[in-house]
């Protein structure tokens, strides 16, 4: 395989792996018309139908059942979260109230409190295995630069050069063209100059006596 092919594979991969942590901070930090949001999980509570370092997808349900997996905030802060199962629906209909009580798959007891439907993001559709680790690097402050602003650098100064080189040739090419241009002028011109003049023709006139 040619050098020029393998840089050009890695450059695109680069982009593609660019496009997703984008993607990833993006959904996992704000609400989008797609509903989509993406979680990295952070303990091993799960395991094994969602173990330590995975990526899970979640979206918005009107209600949730037993068995459903679903990913909510802390009541400390809204920026922690946490992805249990549903273990018992407990409604109050008096005060209009639903609750869950959720537990780790790998967890001996439920979690200690019920957890509303106000805290409740969404319910786990899917997830994707060590996704989470670079997402949740890139989310820190040294993430961030190593994992998006170093690599976005480069390829910006990489497009850049190519920008430059190509208008360079551009301006090559136009320039070789006014030469030859200029050329076939002055070799047309030094034609018509070389061409001879039709020699005028001499009237004789004959006198007669």
Do not use: C
């Amino acid at each position: 395989m040619k050098l020029k092919t393998i840089i050009t594979i890695f450059y695109w991969l680069v982009l593609l792996f660019l496009a997703a942590m984008a993607g990833s901070l993006v959904l996992s930090r704000f609400d989008t018309p797609l509903k989509y949001r993406l979680f990295s999980v952070q303990s091993g509570s799960m395991e094994p139908a969602i173990g330590l370092g995975s990526v899970v997808v979640v979206i918005p349900q009107e209600s949730y059942g037993k068995d459903d997996v679903i990913t909510f905030r802390s009541e400390r802060s809204a920026k922690e979260t946490n992805t249990h199962r549903v273990v018992e629906v407990l409604e109050d209909k008096d005060l209009n109230r639903i609750e869950y009580r959720t537990k780790g798959d790998a967890n001996e007891d439920p979690d200690s409190e019920p957890i509303p439907l106000r805290r409740v993001v969404g319910k786990v559709v899917f997830s994707v295995p060590y996704l989470g680790y670079p997402i949740s690097f890139a989310q820190t402050q040294t993430g961030l630069i190593v994992l998006v602003v170093i690599p976005a650098t480069l390829i910006a100064y990489s497009e850049l050069i190519s920008i430059k080189n190509e208008i360079a040739l551009l301006i090559k090419h136009r320039q070789e063209n006014k030469k030859v241009e200029k050329k076939k002028k002055t070799g047309s011109a030094k034609l018509v100059k070389r061409k001879k003049k039709p020699k005028a023709k001499r009237e004789i006139t004959v006198r007669t006596k």
